[in-house]
């Protein structure tokens, strides 16, 4: 779960939350801590795997949307109140950026995290975060997959356009409430996380 959780925080809430001006801490479940303030655009922006410019991309380039998310064999359709689309959803562009969904991008600022992408093989990219983030994804039977052995996978389509999740109202009506959405997770014997249980509302005061 710590790459999910890393990318839904580099991903979505860095764009969303510097909008509002706030900082916010959230754990990377490894101890470390990934801040979302505004500071975090002066990270140099590093490959961590070698490219290859030769290789042809144009299988690769365009919108890419999560149809699938599973950890340790748990499918998750939602991670704290957002479905499972709008959590991993890359423009891939020619000139070896990647961008986010325009419905997204409206609410972020300019200091909201930048992506770039690379081709490690003509099989394989990398797509990289100005946050420091980093994931590999590989071309299988037309759709791009990651799966490590820590039971996360993520799987990727090909789409004519993004499914829109309203960003925006999501956090105006958790902010006018003064409540968080929480969702609890489930674990084995091993403390591995299996699945999410029923969300849950907390004032926050």
């Known amino acids: 779960m710590k790459k999910i959780l890393v990318f839904l925080t580099a991903c979505v809430f860095m764009s969303v939350m510097i909008s509002c001006g706030e900082k916010e801490e959230s754990s990377a479940g490894d101890g470390s801590v990934i801040s979302t303030s505004a500071d ?13 410019n030769s290789i042809d ?50 609410i972020a600022d300019e200091n909201a995290t930048s992506y770039k992408w690379g081709t490690i093989s003509d099989t394989e990219i990398e797509i990289t975060g100005s946050d420091g983030s980093a994931i590999v994804y590989v071309m299988n039977d037309g759709n791009l997959e ?33 409540q968080y959405v929480l969702t609890p997770v489930e674990t084995d014997a091993a403390g591995n996380i299996i699945g999410e249980g029923e969300p849950i509302t907390v004032n926050a005061n």
């Open 40 to 52: 975090e655009s002066s990270l140099v922006q590093m490959e961590t795997h070698a490219y290859d």
């Open 57 to 106: 991309k144009s299988i690769f380039v365009g919108k890419w949307e999560c149809y699938k998310l599973v950890t340790n064999d748990a499918e998750l359709t939602t991670i704290g109140g957002i479905p499972s689309y709008a959590i991993f959803q890359y423009d891939i562009r020619e000139d070896g950026t990647v961008a986010l969904p325009d419905f997204l991008m409206e």
């Open 146 to 178: 990651n799966i490590d052995t820590n039971g996360e996978e993520i799987y990727l389509k090909k789409v004519d356009e993004f499914q829109y999740f309203d960003f925006k109202t999501y956090y105006e009506e958790i902010a006018n409430q003064n």
